[in-house]
């Protein structure tokens, strides 16, 4: 935590570059692991409130944008607000899309297919959201997603 204060006392006092949002989804990040919502909440809502604001302008800012898109949709998914999240994740999918990202799709699909199971959505939306997932998990090389997937699915059967 000592970081992101320094970025956020230090470096950045205004609190308007890139590098307050990306330490406020870190904070986000280290206190929901940590079991501290309401301290979570705080920095992801913060994150929240300006990722449409974003400039999207650069290769740089594009996997920023995707970090803190992917993180704080991953904390609403760990707190049950599905409908939060997966309007994050939508907006990240289409980011992706849009600015042809691989990378990032493959987790946007799994966490989707994750906030489907947890609402008893559509069973072949599922599926469909985790073919995806490994598909661009394999096109990346990140097996260690795909063992998560697959973890996944061998749960949900």
Do not use: P
Not at 82 to 106: F, Q
């Amino acid at each position: 935590m000592y970081y992101f204060n320094m970025i956020l006392n230090d470096l950045d006092n205004e609190h308007r570059t890139i590098y307050s949002q990306l330490a406020y989804t870190g904070s986000g990040v280290a206190y929901s692991r940590n079991n501290e919502n309401e301290k979570a909440e705080f920095y992801f809502q913060k994150v929240f409130d300006d990722l449409q604001k974003l400039l999207l302008n650069s290769n740089k800012a594009i996997w920023r944008a995707l970090n803190m898109i992917y993180y704080t949709a991953e904390y609403y998914n760990r707190i049950g607000d599905y409908k939060t999240s997966d309007g994050l994740l939508n907006y990240g999918y289409d980011v992706c899309s849009d600015k042809r990202v691989t990378y990032y799709i493959a987790k946007i699909c799994f966490l989707r297919a994750q906030n489907l199971k947890a609402r008893n959505g559509d069973e072949a939306q599922i599926i469909e959201e985790l073919n995806d997932a490994k598909a661009f998990s394999r096109l990346n090389h990140n097996y260690k997603l795909i063992e998560k997937i697959e973890s996944f699915e061998e749960q949900s059967v």
